[in-house]
């Protein structure tokens, strides 16, 4: 069975820890099932919305490191 878009898009995306790795894949999947939508309807819910604040406050996050794995599926 092929990847998904998510998978595809992140492969290449490695920001130092599994579980940050993980919330990248779900966060792209909530936010690629309603697109323009805020991060608190996107993710439906408080703990997932306050997960994505934390994940964007984490130190290891950063924009390149989260474009790296776009970057490397863009070039496939």
């Not at 940050?20 to 697109?35: I, K, W």
């Not at 309807?41 to 794995?69: C, H, M, P």
Request: proline letters at 3%; hydrophobic letters at 40%; aromatic letters at 10%.
């Amino acid at each position: 069975m092929g990847q998904s878009w998510v998978e595809t898009e992140t492969a290449g995306c490695d920001l130092g820890d599994v579980r940050l790795n993980r919330r990248l894949e779900a966060m792209l999947e909530a936010l690629g099932e309603r697109p323009g939508k805020s991060l608190p309807t996107a993710f439906q819910d408080w703990s997932n919305t306050k997960a994505a604040y934390r994940f964007f406050a984490n130190g290891n996050v950063s924009e390149d490191k989260i474009l790296e794995g776009h970057f490397a599926a863009s070039a496939l």
